[in-house]
Every structure is written in C-alpha cells, then in structure tokens.
C-alpha cells in the first residue's frame, strides 16, 4: 500500500508540472532584443537573427529595444527591409529613459510595425553638418532636410505629420509614435489589441498575458561591434605598428608578430565597416616606413619624429575627414587620443631604436671573437710558444710581434685568436 501511494503521488505530481509546462507553453512569446550602439552590420546581423528566432518560436512579437546615436544608411535600409518583410510583428521601443533614436535609428524606429519610447527619451535626426563638423548654409542645409524627410515619409505617411528631433511626448502627440511605456511590461499591456499592419494583413495583437524572454548579443556579436569604434581602431593599429616594428628591428622571435598581425588584422575588419577616407592609408604606412629607415639610416630620431606626426595625420584622415550623408551617423576619433598614441609610437619607437642600435655596436660577449683583449696567465712557455690559462682554459698561445719576453707566469693579454691558438703579449 504505501508503494502504492508513492506511485499515485508521483503521477499527481507529474500531472500538476506538466500542467503548469502546458499553461506556460500557450502563453503567447514576446522576444526582447536589446540593441544598443551605433547602427553598424553587426547591430543588423543581430536584429536579423532575432527575427528568424522569432519566427521559428512563432512568438507574437518582437520588441527591439533602441538606443543608438544613428549609424550607416546601407545598414539602415537592410534593418529596415528585414522589419517590413518580418512575418512576427517588429516593435520598436526607444528605451530606457533617456535613450534616444538619432539620425538611422529614427527611420528603423518609423519603420516597424509598432513603435513606442519611453519617457524623457528623444527621437529624430541630427541637424546636418558638414564634413568638419561646420554649420551648412541655409540653401545646402534645406536640401539635407528635404533628402531626409522624403527617406523618413517612406514610413511615416499612415502616421501623419513628419517631424525631426522630438521628445517622446511631443512624437506621440503628432503620431510618430504609438505609445509611451514605462519598460517593457508597460508595453505589452499596451499593445494588447492593438492592429498592426503586416504584409498578409492587419493583425490584431495578443500581448496582455505574453511571456517575454530576452535575446542578448553572443560575445562575438558585442566584440565585433566593439570593433566599429574609431578609437578601438586608431588603439589597435597602434598596437599593431608598434608590435611589427619591434619584430623587424628585433628580429628572431614571432610573439611581437603575431600580435601586430593580429591587431592589425582586427583594425582592419573594424575600419571596413565604416565610412572611411583611405587616403590616411598612405600617411600610415609611410609613418611605419619612416619607423624602419631610422634604423637602418640613423638620424637621431629625426624620420621617427616624422614618422609619429604622420601616423596622427593619417588616422585625422582617416576617420575625420569623411562627410556625413543625411540619416548617416558618422562615428569620429578622438583628436586627443590619436595625438597621445602617436606621441607614444613614436616613443616607443625611438626606445626600440636606440637598443637596437646599442646591440648592434655593442663588443662582442660571446664566442672565440670576444678573447680579444682578455689577459690570461702563462702555465708553459718555451722560445715563442707556451700555453695560457684564460677564463678557466687551456690555450695554446704564440709571442705576438713587438712584445717582451714571456715567462711560465707572466700575465699576458690576447691580441689576436687565430683558429685555435692565441697570440699574446706580456701584459
């Protein structure tokens, strides 16, 4: 009897778990993403995986939580055609408080099913500047405008008015936006039955009682997009220089190599993702150049000052001469840290430069070379001929020409080592 109860309590509770396992199961899915940062191919390979979960989860909706400062319009316009072509509802929430959806971001955010801010959060593009950062003339800053606000009215004609540039109270007042949410709970309480329009239809949203799970970035999603940062590039190429230098001037080992490859390797697949002007390229590998003639043709530091005031120009180039095109957020380096990593490049090189130099002019420590000028002492001595004790050796040794008469003894110094035998003179 009692095994018999033991049996019966083990069906009654599994019964109640898988109860509890199919209740939960018929809660509808809502898939949070969390994409923060600039709008670069990693953000769009992460939203497009989130998606196609998504749809394989057959969830009810996908909340995409923004806050970006904008990014590229080639990636803007993919993000944009993978949200229409979604067969899972894409809801855009600009969050947490004071969050904001600038330049790019604000078209995804206008393109998505549903969207929504929180509170103290902005939405729209940045006033267009130029290439250096200056204020547009009234005439090129009108046709900046109008090339955004007819990209943005893609997406914004069933809302109503455009705008640019708005709190969230003010885009929820001219239906930029359909809701304002405290976080994500908020939100879904009210999306509950609200009608989306999808590619098949309008569809009615069952949100009220959804179980919400979050799809955070891989690491190598987060490292990756760590890389899109111009001041992790100009670093990196930093490292990158300093470490292929040091190998070529010291050559022997392939630690320092493989680490300038490496990070070099790394800048490199950084850089490709942004707007760049490659002719900064020239000045870097001409700084590098210069780096290695001041070995070879010593100036006293002279090409590796030439060289550092080249690598700064160059990452300048690089990174901060490229114009912004409307909806583009273009990321820029910092002046500071590019001058202060060329000064220590260039440092660092002059350091490497020296030792090299020191070990190259250096006497002879090792070997039967570096005898010269060593004195010893004589065990035998015959006529011209004899043996010398020398560092705890036994040499057989000659009279050099010019030298007094040698004794069993004498301290004698080497003045020339021929094969095996010495030539020494009385010390």
């Not at 500047?129 to 893609?154: I, P, Q």
């Not at 569809?203 to 009682?209: D, E, G, M, Q, S």
Request: charge should be neutral.
């Amino acid at each position: 009897m009692k095994l018999l109860r033991i049996f019966l309590l083990t069906l009654g509770l599994l019964a109640v778990f898988s109860g509890r396992g199919r209740a939960q199961s018929d809660r509808p899915l809502a898939l949070v993403l969390k994409a923060e940062g600039p709008i670069m191919p990693t953000m769009q390979e992460y939203i497009q995986r989130g998606i196609r979960i998504a749809e394989r989860e057959n969830a009810e909706v996908l909340i995409v939580e923004l806050n970006t400062p904008g990014g590229l319009i080639t990636v803007m316009n993919q993000i944009t055609e993978t949200i229409r072509a979604s067969r899972v509802p894409v809801i855009v929430y600009v969050g947490p408080r004071g969050a904001w959806a600038a330049s790019a971001g604000a078209v995804i955010t206008m393109s998505a099913h549903a969207a929504a801010m929180a509170p103290q959060t902005t939405i729209g593009a940045a006033s267009p500047v130029g290439g250096s950062g200056e204020d547009l003339g009234e005439t090129m800053k009108a046709k900046e405008m109008e090339a955004l606000t007819a990209k943005a009215r893609t997406f914004t004609q069933w809302r109503g008015e455009e705008a640019l540039q708005l709190t969230s109270d003010e885009a929820l007042k001219v239906h930029l936006i359909d809701f304002i949410a405290n976080d994500t709970s908020d939100l879904l309480q009210k999306l509950d039955g609200f009608t989306v329009q999808m590619m098949d239809g309008p569809r009615t949203l069952h949100t009220a009682n959804a179980r919400t799970e979050s799809l955070p970035m891989t690491f190598v999603e987060e490292f990756l997009l760590v890389l899109n940062d111009p001041n992790i590039i100009s670093i990196l190429m930093t490292i990158g220089m300093l470490a292929l230098y040091f190998e070529l001037a010291q050559p022997g080992g392939w630690v320092s190599g493989f680490i300038g490859v490496v990070c070099i390797a790394l800048a490199i697949y950084g850089g490709g993702s942004l707007s760049l002007n490659w002719f900064g390229i020239i000045f870097l590998v001409t700084a590098f150049v210069l780096f290695l003639l001041d070995i070879k043709a010593p100036t006293h530091g002279g090409l590796t000052a030439a060289g550092a005031a080249s690598f700064i120009f160059g990452m300048l180039v690089l990174f901060n001469s490229t114009p912004a095109a409307p909806f583009e957020f273009q990321p820029r380096v910092s002046t500071p840290l590019v001058v202060g990593t060329g000064v220590l490049l260039g440092g660092m090189a002059f350091a490497v430069m020296t030792i090299a130099l020191r070990a190259r002019h250096a006497p002879i420590r090792a070997g039967v070379e570096s005898l010269a000028g060593k004195t010893g002492k004589v065990t035998a001595w015959s006529g011209q001929t004899g043996q010398v004790q020398l560092q705890s050796e036994l040499w057989s040794a000659e009279q050099a020409e010019g030298s007094g008469a040698i004794r069993k003894g004498d301290q004698v110094e080497v003045v020339e080592v021929k094969g095996l035998r010495l030539k020494v003179r009385k010390h």
